[in-house]
Nanobody, 122 residues
Framework: QVQLVESGGGLVQAGGSLRLSCSAS????????MGWFRQAPGKEREFVAT????????YYADSVKGRFTITRDNAKNTGYLQMNSLKPEDTAVYYC???????????????WGQGTQVTVSS
């Protein structure tokens, strides 16, 4: 079992930055791929970024490529999403997820956090 807790969300002006953190319980965090997803009001949850178990590979949605960076620190059981050049359309609840196999859909992920709100004002 893995429990995930996100933090770092908030209100920021367009063009600003935020760093989200995802703290994982348990000693097996390093055996899970990690992903970030987001859900805006009235929209379906969408993929943002994913990182492999060893942080050797990452993959991003086209909408955030070049602006967001996903990283992880397995020694701290924590994953991160650095978000730069934020746009109003980035406003959403952001969720971190962990699964034995990562991917760009929600299906491979077994564990989810409760989400953290990110609001970008214009």
């Amino acid at each position: 079992q893995v429990q995930l807790v996100e933090s770092g969300g908030g209100l920021v002006q367009a063009g600003g930055s935020l760093r989200l953190s995802c703290s994982a319980s348990g000693r097996t965090f390093s055996t899970y791929a990690m992903g970030w997803f987001r859900q805006a009001p009235g929209k379906e949850r969408e993929f943002v970024a994913t990182i492999s178990r060893s942080a050797g590979s990452t993959y991003y949605a086209d909408s955030v490529k070049g602006r967001f960076t996903i990283t992880r620190d397995n020694a701290k059981n924590t994953g991160y999403l650095q978000m730069n050049s934020l746009k109003p359309e980035d406003t959403a609840v952001y969720y971190c997820a962990a699964g034995r196999n990562g991917g760009t859909t929600a299906l491979p992920y077994d564990y989810w956090g409760q989400g953290t709100q990110v609001t970008v004002s214009s």
